[in-house]
């Protein structure tokens, strides 16, 4: 045993009452000095689950570094690092003793016929059980007392063990030829030679199910001749692949434009140098960096190297995937959330296998084990969706980056529109800076046009969903046989003001985020810094009376237009339809195919598709997002407008792209309608610069939940009390506690804190120094999650 554990490899280690996984980290001959371990009181390891680890030495660093930067749990990263599936969990089996297998033996037992007898007997039959399954054998609700007599006579027995293997490689069983068949063979049935026939003609192997159907037998023929020596059974792994019966594009091999043959060259040069090497590359939308993308990871496979694609969310671009599978073949594993536990699981292995040497996935392929990483592609850098939002709260990106420097390789972050934090990066020389600001064929961006709701409202009277233009340009689309896409922007999120008037949204006076409402006492709330004002009975900018909270959602709008467009085929793509991976798949390749002339949805359809005969984009109501209580609520507007206005016009037709909004005056929209991203930066870094939000400082959120509301007020102030403590030197500034902008969600209370610093290290020394005195102040730690570099502020 002790020959066989190696550093990666999973164990079974019984810490508590229950034994659970563990993963080695590191082997010691003996304990290092200075621990405050304790010899004797280390357990032993009870089992070994791995031979083979499947934690690599570069992902097991990564993870750490993980662990340690966003304060989570080490074992809690692992398991995120490895494929759901191969996690394998603790069950409680019982078991039949010697004493119990004695009894049954003698029959002697008076209660023989009993359903606690029939009990014995099973586990005699099947010496080992898992309990569930049993009681359920047993035709039982629950756990039956007779158990706990047998287990009290010392009859049966409980014990722990492992439930790894529900993903494993998934076998069928075949059978091959051995001999053929001759005269000695007596009594040889038609079926039976059938199936040698069957056998003959193809290779003489096959899987029995297929050997069934082909020969027109039942197994048993099948199996007689397994006994007479002439076939033998054998296993066959199978790939659950999860292109397997796609249709896939030709591989074209593009001549690269100019743009592209330069920005191609610099990246190869970097990656055959063999150093660690950040590169932003600006390219606007369909400028051709899916086609930069695939040279880099080619020129690393040219030196033997691996590649890594990271995608927001693959279950979106369906045509990605078939795409890099024309180009990479089976050298390219997929990666990503929506896959089964069998996918999954496939995939993975040929990465850890080396049978693959690509993964594209979306964030938790960081970890993916690609050997011999030389460069790893960040496609729209920006995306929120990189952000893990539940612990361990890590960002695919920035630890694609470390991943990256720790593997000497290249990292290429591919967007339209960085994130204030790359470009900013990118300035300041730490990333270098390539820019595609060309599209493809000089073909026009497409405009973007801002209708003014406040007008529309003034002449109608009365709220209306669409503006006549919009209207008008959705029937001129389809008139021209063209297709059209319409976007709510909304992340069910409504409990803000904002005036029909002027558009203005109320703000914190301090924070520079819009408040938000709470109706229960009619009051409006930062949730950064606990400002309150009572909830104003007319719009405190222009005084006009007609204060509302944004509404519709993408049902009401097909079902707007359904009405109004009756001869339109319009599909409709939300949070709905997403769990339910095939049907969303089938739609966006149905409109990709021109089945569907109008598509509904919400802002995940401004991500990264590529449908050439969109011509119109209409986003129905901006302001939802642009008023959300967060600091990035601009810099995510514009990043949305200028992805939905890459949607249109990608083909050889120019697109047009209208913005319904309230707020036409917002720095983000003007700027956005003119393709300006230089403009915009400029003008949200000044804001982030002034009120104090990142590059310029690092964020720690706090959020406090408990069932009860007083409690988690309580706990929340005394985890402030301490963090004043450890901020005597002012190096961090701490606002709140202020409720959570969800205060209550399934049933908890939820209070957060947000820490600013402009020193990262001073700020976690801080936390680090709070949390330990809140523990040992006899708190619940459990209570309280810490969020570092948080993303969404939602
Ligand atoms: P982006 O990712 O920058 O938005 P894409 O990579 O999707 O852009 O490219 C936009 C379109 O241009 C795609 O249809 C792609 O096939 C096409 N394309 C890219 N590079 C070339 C090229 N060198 N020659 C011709 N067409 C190209
Ligand atoms: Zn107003
Ligand atoms: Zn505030």
């Known amino acids: 045993m002790r020959m066989a554990a190696r550093v990666g490899s999973r164990v079974m280690v019984q810490l508590g009452p229950k034994p659970t996984v563990a993963y080695i980290v590191d082997l010691l001959p003996r304990l290092r000095t200075g621990t405050s371990l304790v010899e004797s009181e280390i357990k032993d390891i009870q089992e070994l689950l791995d031979v083979d680890p499947p934690l690599t030495p570069e992902v097991l660093e990564l993870t750490r570094w993980v662990a340690d930067y966003y304060s989570a749990p080490w074992g809690e990263v692992l398991r995120a690092a490895l494929p759901a599936g191969i996690n394998a969990s603790v ?6 003793t010697d004493q119990g297998r004695e009894l049954l033996k003698s029959q002697l037992s008076v209660e ?18 898992e309990i569930g399954a049993f009681v359920t054998r047993m035709g039982s609700a629950r756990i039956p007392k007779w158990l706990r007599e047998l287990e009290n006579d010392g009859l049966v027995s409980r014990s722990y063990r492992t439930r790894s293997l529900q993903t494993r490689a ?22 039976q030679l059938r199936v040698v026939e069957t056998l003959s003609a193809s290779q003489e192997e096959m899987p029995i199910a297929d050997l069934v159907r082909a020969a027109d037998v039942s197994e048993s023929a099948i199996r007689t001749l397994i006994k007479r020596g002439v076939v033998q059974e054998f296993e066959v792994e199978l790939r659950r692949d999860p292109l397997g019966t796609a249709e896939l594009p ?33 390219g ?95 496609d729209e850098e920006q995306d929120a969706s990189y952000r893990q939002e539940e612990s361990p709260f890590y960002h695919a990106r920035d630890s694609g980056i470390v991943r990256a420097q720790k593997e000497s390789a290249v990292v290429v972050l591919g967007t339209a529109t960085p ?22 064929a000089n073909r026009p961006l497409a405009r973007a046009e801002l209708i003014d709701m406040r007008e529309v409202f003034k002449s109608r009277k009365k709220p209306a969903v669409f503006s006549d233009e919009l209207l008008t340009a959705i029937e001129q689309t389809h008139a021209r046989g063209e297709q059209t896409i319409i976007l709510l922007n909304r992340r069910g999120y409504s409990s803000f003001i904002l005036c029909r008037s002027c558009g203005e949204s109320i703000e914190c006076p301090n924070c520079d985020v819009t408040l938000t409402y709470h109706r229960s006492d ?58 339910r991976r095939h049907e969303f798949e089938q739609t966006l390749l149905d409109f990709g195919r021109g089945e569907i002339d109008l598509l509904v949805g919400t802002q995940m359809l401004a991500k990264g598709h590529d449908f050439h005969n969109v011509t119109l984009v209409g986003v129905v109501s901006v302001d939802a997002g642009l008023a959300l209580p967060d600091f990035r609520a601009a810099e995510r507007t514009f990043q949305l407008i200028t992805q939905v206005a890459g949607r249109a016009g990608r083909g050889n037709l120019p697109g047009r792209v209208l913005i319904q909004t309230y707020h036409p005056d917002h720095y983000a929209l003007k700027h956005a309608t003119k393709q300006d991203y230089q403009g915009f930066y400029d003008e949200e870094i000044r804001h982030r610069r002034n009120h104090g939000y990142p590059p310029f400082v690092a964020l720690a959120l706090f959020l406090v939940r408990n069932k009860d509301a007083a409690r988690a007020r309580s706990i929340a102030q005394e985890l402030r009390n301490h963090l004043n403590q450890a901020n005597r030197d002012h190096a961090c500034r701490i606002l709140g506690p202020a409720p ?22 001073q700020m976690r020394a801080v936390i680090d120094q709070a949390l330990k005195n809140f523990e040992e102040a006899g708190n619940d730690a459990r209570s309280v999650t810490l969020e570092i570099d948080p993303v969404s502020m939602m």
């Not at 069950?91 to 039949?96: G, H, L, P, R, V």
């Not at 994130?419 to 493809?440: C, M, T, V, W």
Request: glycine share 6%; hydrophobic share 40%.
């Open 250 to 282: 030709d591989a074209e091999d593009l001549k690269l434009t100019d743009a592209q043959e330069a920005v191609r060259r610099k990246i190869d040069l970097k990656i055959r140098s063999n150093q660690f090497a950040p590169v932003l590359l600006h």
């Open 170 to 191: 998934k076998r069928r069983r075949a059978v091959r030829l051995i001999r053929s068949l001759t005269d000695e063979d007596a009594r040889v049935s038609k079926a």
């Open 91 to 96: 069950e409680q089996a019982i078991a039949i």
């Open 419 to 440: 994130s204030l934090e790359s470009f900013h990066n990118a300035q300041a020389g730490k990333y270098e800076y390539l820019r595609l600001p060309d599209r493809i």
């Open 740 to 761: 959570a902008p969800f205060a209550r969600l399934r049933g908890d209370y939820r209070i957060q804190l947000l820490m600013k610093s402009r020193s990262r290290k």
């Open 522 to 579: 009619s009051i409006l709330v930062c949730h950064y810094c606990n400002y309150r004002q009572r909830s104003p009975s007319q719009c405190p900018n222009c005084t006009s009376k007609y204060i509302y909270y944004v509404g519709e959602g993408t049902e009401q709008i097909e079902e707007i237009l359904r009405r109004r467009f009756p001869s339109l085929r319009i599909g409709r793509i939300d949070r709905d339809t997403k769990s």
């Open 284 to 378: 606007v939308t369909g400028s051709g960096k899916t086609e930069v993308y695939i040279r880099a990871m080619r020129a690393a496979l040219a030196i033997n190297r691996g590649a890594m694609m990271l995608v927001p969310e693959i279950a979106l671009t369906p045509i990605l995937s078939r795409r890099l599978r024309a180009h990479f073949g089976d050298e390219i594993a997929i990666f990503h959330s929506s896959l089964s536990k069998g996918e999954r699981f496939d995939e993975w292995s040929r990465l850890r296998s080396g049978a693959a040497r690509v993964v594209l996935g979306t964030r938790s392929a960081v970890f993916a084990p690609v050997k011999n990483l030389g460069v790893i592609i960040i």
């Open 112 to 129: 023989t016929g009993g359903v606690k007898w029939r009990g014995l007997q099973l586990l005699g039959n099947e010496g080992e059980i």
